[in-house]
C-alpha cells in the first residue's frame, strides 16, 4: 500500500503543480477584472455568471463520457481494448459538441436575455458556448492522459493552454478594448490550440471500433452521470444565480471574489488528488490491501485538505486587498472560511464515494446530487433574504455536508469501508476553530497579525497530536519523510527517487 500511496503523491504534485499554475494565472486576471478603467463590479458580476454557465454547459456535453471511458479503461473484461474505447468516446465527444453548438448558438439573443434582461451578452455568449464545446472535448483527452498516468504530459499541455489564454486576454481587454467578450475569444483559441498540440497524442491511442454491447453499456452508466455532472454544475452555479435574481450584481461580484480564493482549496489540493487517485482506485479494485487504502486515502487528502483551508482562511484578508483594485471586493473576506469548509466536505464526498464508482452504481450518485441541488435551491430562497452573501455560504456549506453524508451512506451499503470517522471529525472541529479564528486579530497592525495567522496554521498538525490522532507507523514515518528531505545535499536524489515509484508498482 506504501507504494501506491507514494505514486498518488508524486502524481498528486505534479497536477497539484499544474492546477497552482491555473489558479495563478486566475489571480493575474484578478486586477484586470477588478480595474474600474475595464470593468465595473458589476461587469466583475456578469463574467461570474457567464463561468458558471459555462461549467453547466461542459457538463451538458460531456454526457457522462470521461467517468466511463475512465471506468472501462482498466475493466480486465475490455482488456486490449482500450484504443477502441478512446476512440468511440472521443468521436461520440465530438458529435455531441457539434450538435450543442449548432442548437444553442442561434439562442444566444434569448440565452442573453433570459439570463440578463439584455441582449447585449449575446456575443460573450455565442464566444462561450464554442468555448465550452472544445472545452468538453479537452476534457476527454485530458482523461485518457490520467488513466494512462501521463501527469507530465497533462501538466504540460495544460499549462500551455492557460498561458496562451492568460496572454490573450490581456491583449484582447487591454489593448484591443474588446471588455467581456475578449475573455471567451481567447478561451477558444486555447482550447483550439490544446486540440491541435495533442492531435498525435490522441490519434495514437485510437483505433477504429464500435460496439453496441460496449456502448450500451457505458451509456447506461454514463447517463446518471449526465445527471450528476449536470445537477453538480447547478450546485456550483445555484449561489451567484441565485444571487443575480435576488439580490444584485454588486453581490454576485463580492460573493464570487470569495469564491475564488476558497476555490483555490478545490482547484489546487482536492482536484488534484483526485486526478491522482481516481484512476489509482480503479485499478486496485481485486488488490487485498485496497479498502485500507482507501480508507486512508480519505484521511492523508483531509489532512492536507484542511491545512490548506486554514491557511486560505486566515490570509483571505490581506489576499483580497492585494489582489483586487478596488475596496468594494474587500469584504468578501468575511464569508471564505464558510466556503472553504465547504470543500472539505467536497473532498469527503469523492473519497467515500468509491463503493459507488466500484459496483457502477452512478444511478445512486446522480440521485444524491439531484436532492442536494434542491437542497441548495431551497437554501438560497430562504436564506439569501436574511443574511445576503452570508446566507448564499451557509447555504452552500449545509448543502456539501448533506451532499457528503448522503454519498457516504449509500455507499456503504453498497461496498463497506472502515473509514476514520473520529479523526474526520477532529480535524474538522479543530481546522474550523482555527479557520475562524483570523476574524478575532484582523484589527491588528500587520505584524502581530501575520505571526498569529502563521502560528496558527504551522499549530493544526500539533494540536491533532493531542487527540491521539497519529498512529504509531505513521508517525515513525513523518520523522523518516523530516530526516530524509530535511538533509539538502541529498536533493537530487530524492527527487530522482520519485521517477521509479512508478516503475515500482
Do not use: H
Not at 500551455?160 to 486576454?169: A, Q, S
Not at 483559441?189 to 490544446?194: C, K, P, Q, Y
Not at 481485486?286 to 490570509?315: C, E, H, Q, W
Not at 455560504?393 to 451512506?409: C, G, P, R, S
Amino acid at each position: 500500500m506504501l507504494k501506491s500511496i507514494k505514486v498518488s503523491f508524486k502524481d498528486s504534485l505534479v497536477y497539484g503543480l499544474g492546477n497552482i499554475a491555473v489558479k495563478v494565472i486566475g489571480f493575474l486576471l484578478i486586477p484586470l477584472y477588478t480595474d474600474p478603467a475595464y470593468f465595473s463590479v458589476n461587469d466583475f458580476g456578469t463574467i461570474a455568471v457567464l463561468d458558471i454557465s459555462g461549467l453547466i454547459l461542459i457538463s451538458l456535453m460531456a454526457s457522462g463520457l470521461p467517468q466511463s471511458m475512465m471506468r472501462w479503461y482498466w475493466d480486465k473484461e475490455y482488456s486490449g481494448k482500450q484504443k477502441g474505447i478512446f476512440f468511440m468516446s472521443l468521436s461520440f465527444q465530438l458529435l455531441i459538441s457539434i450538435l450543442f453548438c449548432l442548437f444553442l448558438l442561434p439562442l444566444s439573443n434569448q440565452l442573453s436575455t433570459v439570463i440578463f434582461s439584455t441582449v447585449d451578452w449575446s456575443r460573450a455568449i455565442r464566444l462561450l458556448i464554442v468555448a465550452s464545446g472544445l472545452q468538453a472535448v479537452n476534457n476527454l483527452i485530458n482523461t485518457l492522459m490520467r488513466v494512462q498516468s501521463k501527469s507530465v504530459m497533462f501538466t504540460a499541455a495544460n499549462l500551455v493552454k492557460l498561458v496562451v489564454v492568460l496572454f490573450l486576454t490581456i491583449y484582447f481587454i487591454a489593448y484591443r478594448g474588446m471588455g467581456v467578450p475578449g475573455i471567451y475569444l481567447a478561451q477558444v483559441i486555447g482550447n483550439l490550440l490544446f486540440i491541435v498540440l495533442l492531435t498525435g497524442y490522441a490519434v495514437k491511442n485510437s483505433t477504429p471500433f464500435f460496439s453496441l454491447p460496449v456502448f450500451r453499456s457505458m451509456s447506461k452508466y454514463g447517463y446518471p452521470l449526465l445527471l450528476a455532472n449536470f445537477a453538480s454544475a447547478a450546485l456550483t452555479a445555484i449561489d451567484r444565480y441565485s444571487l443575480n435574481s435576488m439580490a444584485l450584481l454588486k453581490a454576485v461580484a463580492i460573493y464570487s471574489m470569495a469564491y475564488k480564493i476558497s476555490s483555490v482549496l478545490k482547484l489546487v489540493i482536492a482536484d488534484s488528488i483526485k486526478m491522482a487517485l481516481t484512476p489509482m482506485v480503479l485499478q486496485k479494485i481485486n488488490s487485498p490491501d485496497n479498502k485500507r487504502f482507501y480508507s486512508k486515502s480519505m484521511i492523508y487528502t483531509s489532512f492536507v485538505l484542511m491545512l490548506g483551508i486554514i491557511a486560505v482562511s486566515l490570509f483571505s484578508y490581506e489576499v483580497i486587498k492585494v489582489i483586487s483594485k478596488s475596496t468594494e471586493f474587500w469584504r468578501a473576506y468575511m464569508v471564505v472560511p464558510l466556503l472553504a469548509l465547504s470543500v472539505f466536505f467536497m473532498n469527503l464526498r469523492e473519497t467515500t464515494s468509491y463503493g459507488l464508482l466500484i459496483n457502477k452504481k452512478s444511478r445512486i450518485i446522480g440521485m444524491n446530487v439531484v436532492i442536494a441541488t434542491v437542497l441548495n435551491i431551497v437554501l438560497n430562497i430562504l436564506l439569501i433574504p436574511l443574511w445576503n452573501i452570508f446566507g448564499t455560504a451557509v447555504a452552500t456549506l449545509v448543502t456539501q455536508l448533506v451532499y457528503w453524508w448522503l454519498n457516504y451512506y449509500f455507499s456503504q451499503k453498497e461496498y463497506f469501508i472502515p473509514f476514520e470517522k473520529r479523526k474526520i471529525l477532529i480535524m474538522f472541529i479543530t481546522g474550523a476553530l482555527l479557520s475562524f479564528s483570523g476574524f478575532f486579530v484582523n484589527e491588528m497592525n500587520i505584524v502581530p497579525r501575520l505571526i498569529i495567522k502563521i502560528f496558527c496554521v504551522i499549530s493544526f498538525p500539533f494540536l491533532l497530536y493531542l487527540f491521539s490522532f497519529y498512529e504509531k507507523a505513521e508517525l515513525n514515518a513523518i520523522r523518516g519523510f523530516i530526516a530524509k528531505w530535511s538533509d539538502l545535499r541529498n536533493l537530487g536524489k530524492n527527487l530522482r527517487s520519485l521517477k521509479g515509484i512508478q516503475g515500482e508498482m
